[in-house]
């Protein structure tokens, strides 16, 4: 059978290696949103689990170790626990570089919460060595025995390059940190960080309330959790890591829809031949499991391959990506297991859609399928009806007049295109998730663009705040291309039952959601000047639940409490950040100036409207949008993007080609045909002209669609933890996709004229 | 009276090298309008590919062919075009009907074709009446009887009232009824002033023609 299946395959050995190339393509699609996909989103676990990163990190002021471990090991629910020192800002400098940020972790015995990755770890109670976070070693190009010079410590021999996903790397963090042993202090050093391992990590909550119980006294404390630092940690790049894994999903859906979509149409295709099996005798069991010897002989390569090459192709940006975030990827064995996985899938998905269809082609009765192959499926009253309503090419409905001709042919490819309706439903099945994709991969670069200027992309909906006189607000909203425009007060603040836990407090009066829209992560939006939407990082850090009070400790005024009503997913300051009615506010500080805040029209130049809002007396202020340090982090990120993206575009390019190739080789001997009874080149030209558009006008039109209902919502969704993301494609972009396709459906279309009309018209006939 | 089709020490090979094959090796075939023209020989001789060289479908290595008064060989894509739109028709033996267009759609298609004779689709109407398809006008070709297809085929050959009709084996896969009727259209469209060869293999079909040649050697023999 496998002889049998080989001698198949090569026989038609142009169509095996086009079959063969779709599911390469596809499969490149695959290797590379595995790759990524699954690098990052095993990145935080895999390095936490490897850096034996903390359960919880506690930092507080200087305390002595016997006083501060006293308290620490009585706490409930513990496994182990160690200590650091940790001095910031401090002067670190090393291969002709420098900073003043540079933070200084003095590492007690124990555990580290570290993993070294070059090199080897300080030893306790050795001086002269350090260890170098690799996001220092890799910016600075510093290697295992170079020396770096820290304040305080002198010059000091580089024995080890470590990591530790407790932050993202420098200098996407500002700060290079760097770790030496207690030995280095003479002993003489008292600790401000502790580390705590759980016994059961997910009763934390209980821990961390004994801990604030116990340690009421100590002055500013602060907890972080685990979860608390994944949460910090994709501040900084959790929208698009998101979107990225969201990306690499919906590729891999569209690679299957692709997948099974063409290797339905070879079945289609191949029906006559199926039919002659089965007028000699062959079962339709006989047939599926030959079908699948041969899907799989043809699969198992060229999915191999596939996703190799899209493994490698990414395996670079992705690496650069994780190594931005501090985190380990999974190395060649850890991603061999999902790419191994997904070559067993695309293999099955292959051999699925090729089976399943020759399967129940084969039951039906021989010769049945052939005579009409695919087209034979319609009973016979019914085809008559469409015979009548046949219209393009019908001698009444259309009288013999020159214009009417050139549509009736143009009709005929259309004709020609969609005649059998498992092709094309396949080839524009294919072509509109290639659009989709190509809508989203626009919609996505431009989000990313975005996400440099404008801070609407991370929750804030205004573009510009001014200082302003607010009696001049109704005059503002009258200039053009401005939508909205409202008060914003904004204070930092201390949590009175904790002092020292900074908050900011952000009020407008009425709806805030106009102007900031942080998505709601539990309970629910307020309604009432006594009630708070709290900020993840800060209902983590104070243990804050709907339901729960929040009392704040207004500088120069008293304290004001509120009921929490929602949490919601915030990035600015860290996510400690409240939203209120600015009533209670007002009330213990009448002296607060309010910014106005201005939301644009989707399309107004807001350079207009600055010099409007100047003219009326507006102070600029700035609006925070992703920081500065994060330029380059998006750039990588924009790498990596562009590397899924390149393969998205080669499959879809590859895909649209193919499909109105195989239409017109398809069609061959309807073209030859053609040309028997005279056609000339024009002529031929317009029946494929109507044959590709067929195929690329509801393609683009249903790809649009697939983006704007589902793959942009699809990935606005997953990467909804973080922000909201407005993911839908422009009027622009559309058109462009729209556009793009159909010139790409014209340039197809003339080369296959070209080549169609080379070839001698025999060799056509000789094929039907 | 002149001849409509000339054609002069016609060849053609096939292959190359060592593997090349002269299938025609100085061919002639001179056809008057009125005349049928029988062609026969052994199976793989070369009829069919003699047949295709003069209705401008494949290019001849050597000789000359015209078609009414055209040139056939040494000629462009586009003249050879015009000539089998204008002077030219051809029925084959497998029919060859668009699968997804009924009958009456295909005998139309060959007067849609850009330049085909203006008044093509009222005498595709007026074929389809003629050949007596009316009742199966609008079904779709595997709907259809081998007979019926090859009449509709006939149908679409003539659709542009070209001077030359060629057909290839056009009863191989016909009943002798059926294969009949078929030969006596083809009668009839010489009957108007055309000229008809015909390959086949049957002698029912040769005893239709006024002149019976054979291929033999590459040659077409009297
Ligand atoms: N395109 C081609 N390439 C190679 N060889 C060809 C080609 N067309 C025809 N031949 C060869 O030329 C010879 C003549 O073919 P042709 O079809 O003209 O024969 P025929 O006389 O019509 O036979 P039959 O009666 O079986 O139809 C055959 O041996 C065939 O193999
Ligand atoms: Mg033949």
Request: one cysteine or more.
């Amino acid at each position: 059978m496998i002889r049998d299946a080989l001698a198949a395959l090569r026989a038609r050995r142009g169509r095996t290696v086009l079959a063969a190339l779709g599911v390469l393509a596809a499969s490149l699609v695959v290797g590379t949103s595995v790759t990524v996909g699954y690098s990052l989103a095993t990145g935080f676990e895999r390095s936490a689990e490897r850096a034996q990163l903390p359960d919880v990190i506690a930092r507080f002021p200087e305390q002595r170790l016997r006083r501060i471990d006293a308290r620490v090991s009585a706490l409930p629910n513990l496994e182990t626990r160690s200590y650091r020192f940790e001095a910031l800002n401090e002067d670190v400098s090393g291969n002709g570089h420098y900073t003043g940020k540079g933070a200084v972790t003095t590492v007690f015995e124990g555990r580290r919460g570290y993993t070294v990755v070059d090199g080897r770890d300080v030893r306790d109670g050795e001086s002269g060595a350090v260890v170098v976070e690799r996001g220092v070693a890799r910016e600075w190009d510093l290697h295992v025995g170079d020396e770096l010079s820290v304040e305080e410590h002198g010059t000091l021999r580089v024995s080890g390059i470590a990591v530790s996903p407790d932050n993202v790397a420098f200098p996407l963090a500002s700060t290079a940190r760097v770790y030496v042993s207690r030995a280095e202090h003479g002993g003489r050093v008292r600790p401000n960080v502790a580390l705590l391992w759980l016994n059961d990590p997910d009763k934390a909550d209980v821990t961390l309330a004994q801990a604030r119980a116990v340690t009421f006294g100590l002055g500013k404390l602060q907890f972080i959790t685990r979860t608390g630092v994944e949460i910090l940690l994709s501040q900084a790049a959790g929208i698009v890591i998101s979107l990225l894994v969201a990306f690499s999903l919906v590729a891999l859906v569209a690679a299957g829809t692709m997948l099974a979509a063409s290797a339905h149409a070879e079945v289609q295709r191949r029906l006559t031949g199926l039919g002659v099996q089965r007028a000699l005798g062959f079962g339709p069991g006989r047939i599926a499991a030959q079908q699948a010897v041969e899907a799989t002989l043809l699969a198992v390569p060229a999915a191999a391959l596939g996703i190799t090459l899209g493994a490698l192709l990414v395996a670079r940006p992705a690496a650069e990506l994780l190594a931005a975030l501090n985190e380990l990827g999974p190395g060649p064995t850890g991603i061999a297991v999902p790419l191994v996985l997904s070559t067993a899938g695309v293999v099955a998905l292959v051999v699925a859609a090729a089976t399943w269809p020759a399967w129940r082609a084969a039951r039906r009765p021989p010769i049945e399928i052939l005579r009409g192959g695919d087209l034979a499926r319609k009973p016979r009253g019914r085809a008559r009806r469409r015979g009548e309503s046949s219209g393009p090419l019908g001698h009444k409905s259309h009288p013999n007049e020159p214009a009417g001709r050139g549509s009736g042919l143009f009709a005929l490819g259309v004709r020609f295109a969609t005649a059998a309706r498992g092709r094309w439903f396949a080839a524009v099945a294919t072509i509109a998730v290639c659009a989709g994709v190509v809508t989203l991969m626009l919609a996505l670069a431009s989000l990313l663009e975005r996400l440099r200027e404008d801070p609407g992309t991370v929750g804030k909906r205004y573009q510009l705040a001014v200082q302003l006189d607010p009696s001049l607000i109704p005059d503002a909203e009258r200039l053009p291309g401005v939508r909205d425009v409202g008060e914003r007060y904004s204070i930092d603040a201390a949590d009175s039952f904790r002092l020292g836990e900074p908050i900011r407090l952000v009020a407008y009066p009425g709806d805030h959601t106009r102007f900031e829209n942080p998505p709601l992560a539990e309970g629910r939006r307020i309604q009432r000047p006594n009630e708070v939407e709290v900020g993840v990082g800060m209902a983590d850090a104070l243990g804050l639940k709907p339901g729960s009070t929040l009392a704040a400790q207004i500088p120069d005024g008293g304290e004001i409490r509120f009921k929490v009503a929602g949490i919601v997913r915030a990035l600015e300051n860290d996510g400690r950040i409240a939203w209120i009615q600015p009533d209670k506010l007002l009330a213990t500080r009448p002296d607060l100036n309010p910014q106005v805040v201005v939301r644009l029209d989707s399309n107004s130049n807001a350079a207009a409207v600055t010099e409007g809002l100047v003219e009326l007396g507006a102070e600029l202020q700035p609006v925070g949008a992703a920081q500065t340090d994060n330029a380059a982090f998006l750039a990588v990120l924009a790498a990596v993007l562009r590397g899924v993206g390149l393969a998205v575009g080669l499959v879809c390019l590859y895909a649209l080609v193919q499909a109105l190739t195989v239409t017109a080789r398809e069609r061959r001997g309807a073209v030859a045909l053609l040309r028997a009874t005279g056609a000339d080149a024009p002529t031929v030209g317009l029946v494929l002209a109507g044959a590709a558009v067929a195929v690329a006008v509801p393609a683009a039109i249903a790809g649009v669609v697939l983006e704007l209902a589902i793959f942009g919502p699809a990935v606005s969704r997953l990467a909804a933890s973080f922000a909201s993301l407005p993911l839908g494609a422009s009027v622009g972009q559309i058109a462009l996709v729209i556009g793009g396709l159909l010139l790409l459906a014209a340039l197809a279309t003339l080369l296959v004229a070209r080549r169609v009309m080379r070839e001698p018209i025999i060799a056509g006939l000789r094929e039907e | 009276m002149a001849a409509v089709i000339a054609a002069t020490g016609v060849v053609k090979s096939f292959g190359e090298g060592r593997a090349a094959r002269r299938v025609l090796d100085g061919a002639s075939l001179h056809v008057h309008p009125g005349e049928v023209v029988a062609i026969l020989g052994r199976s793989g001789t070369g009829k069919s590919t003699m047949l295709h060289l003069v209705g401008g479908l494949d290019r001849p290595d050597a000789g000359t062919i015209s078609v009414a008064g055209e040139p056939v060989t040494g000629t462009s894509e586009r003249a050879l075009s015009r000539l089998r739109r204008r002077r030219i028709g051809f029925v084959f033996q497998f029919f060859h009907l668009l699968p997804e267009l009924s009958g009456e759609a295909n005998v139309l298609l060959a007067g849609r074709v850009r330049g085909a004779a203006p008044d093509a689709a009222a005498r595709g109407q007026d074929l389809i009446d003629r050949l007596g398809l009316r009742e199966v006008a609008r079904s779709l070709p595997h709907q259809l009887s081998g007979g019926e297809q090859q009449r509709f085929a006939i149908a679409r050959a003539l659709v542009n009232d070209p001077p030359v009709l060629l057909a290839d084996e056009p009863t191989g896969n016909l009943d002798t009824t059926a294969g009949a009727e078929v030969l006596r259209l083809l009668r009839a469209g010489a009957e108007e002033g055309r000229a008809v060869v015909m390959v086949t293999h049957e002698t029912a079909a040769a005893n239709i023609a006024d002149r019976v040649l054979t291929l033999r050697d590459g040659q077409l023999i009297g």
